[in-house]
């Protein structure tokens, strides 16, 4: 545990900040490059420089050990328990130990990251295919939205029409068939 | 020579200019460019990924956004592609390769059968007409006589059109069928059609 944690600790007792901070600047912090040469790669803080800079490091993450802007990181959950100052291979070991690439892997950012990068590689025919399976998958949340809308619900039935509701994933709730009809008739009526 | 002086002008300075052509143009004649060097004219270099059955994006021309399948370059440097006609309307057909877009996705080869082959430049050659005098043309039938498309291609269309359809699934079909267009969000210089 570092100073700074002792510190919050100390002064608010089991708040551990009053601010809502949780991912703080920090030797052993997990960071994500945003911007320049190691864009896209992960590595982990070893020493702050000042406000604005710190020394970085990632042995088997394919980032050398340099002084890079804060600015162009991204923090992420993840901690190691580092010393500040660590050297690259002891870091090494560290990151080993932790299995940091898989940990990486699993958290949703990553999965995100893939997927955005598998959309950005898609050919024309995978776009129509994906375009393809979006339609069919509409058709069939909306054909249950209008299913549930259909029948004037009682009591029993309107919960379980939410039910259904919450259960497809992408529909807001405050979107309706309904509601959306009523939307076209009132832009009919300004002509 | 003669010695003499005309308003500070000796006679010797004195160049006679003559006439080398009788007739010189009023402006100059352009010239069709012409090959200096004996240089052949290279064949056209062959695309890659643009290979028998390969799926192409039309670019521009009547079929702009169909997409199509590509079956062979014929010698004038021309495609040779086909819809196939009973998918998506565009029949046997030369397009510049310029404006394919060519894709990744590629139906069977074996598909394109040897039938493609045999199509030429010729084969799109325009028929040539007997030649009417100006008198027979004034009196000849007002009423124009419907073009017939001749049945011999569109059986040649049916034979090369046929295998490749049996191979197609549906969805191959729908995806032939639908014309590329751009949608919100698709930004032209980050799309990939081919991984290169």
């Known amino acids: 545990m570092c100073i700074r944690d002792r510190y919050q600790r100390r002064v608010h007792g089991d708040l551990r900040n009053l601010m809502g901070f949780k991912r703080f600047v920090q030797a052993g912090r997990v960071a994500y490059i945003n911007y320049g040469v190691d864009h896209g790669k992960v590595c982990v803080i070893v020493e702050v420089i000042n406000s604005t800079r710190v020394l970085v490091d990632g042995p088997t993450l394919g980032v050398p050990r340099q002084v890079i802007s804060l600015r162009r990181l991204a923090l992420t959950d993840h901690l190691l328990k580092v010393a500040k100052g660590i050297h690259t291979k002891a870091l090494e070991i560290v990151i080993k130990k932790e299995d940091l690439v898989k940990k990486i892997g699993e958290s949703s950012w990553a999965k995100k990251l893939a997927s955005q990068k598998r959309r950005a590689e898609l050919n024309d025919f995978e776009r129509f295919q994906v375009m393809m399976l979006k339609r069919q998958k509409a058709y069939l949340v909306n054909k249950d939205v209008a299913q549930s809308h259909g029948k004037k619900p009682k009591k029993e039935s309107a919960k379980k029409a939410q039910q259904a509701k919450m259960d497809n994933n992408r529909i807001k709730h405050h979107f309706t068939l309904k509601s959306h009809q009523k939307k076209k008739k009132k832009k009919k009526k300004k002509y | ?196």
């Open chain 2, 1 to 196: 020579g003669i010695n003499a002086e005309y308003m500070g002008i000796q006679f010797s300075q004195i160049r006679i200019m003559v006439k080398k052509f009788k007739w010189y143009p009023a402006e100059d004649e352009k010239k069709p460019f012409q090959r200096k060097s004996k240089a052949k004219k290279k064949p056209v270099a062959t695309r890659k990924g643009l290979n028998p059955g390969v799926v192409c994006i039309v670019l521009s021309g009547r079929f702009r956004g169909k997409r199509v399948l590509f079956l062979r370059m014929l010698p004038s440097g021309l495609a040779l592609v086909t819809g196939p006609y009973k998918v998506n309307g565009v029949p046997l057909r030369r397009m510049n390769p310029a404006y394919l877009l060519v894709t990744k996705t590629q139906v069977k080869p074996e598909a394109i059968s040897k039938e493609a082959d045999t199509i030429d430049d010729k084969y799109f050659a325009k028929a040539k007409e007997a030649k009417k005098k100006e008198e027979e043309k004034l009196f000849a039938d007002t009423a124009a006589k419907a073009k017939v498309f001749p049945p011999e291609k569109k059986e040649k269309q049916g034979k090369i059109d046929q295998p490749i359809l049996a191979v197609l699934d549906p969805l191959m079909k729908k995806y032939l069928a639908t014309r590329f267009t751009l949608r919100n969000g698709m930004k032209p210089h980050e799309l990939v059609f081919q991984l290169l």
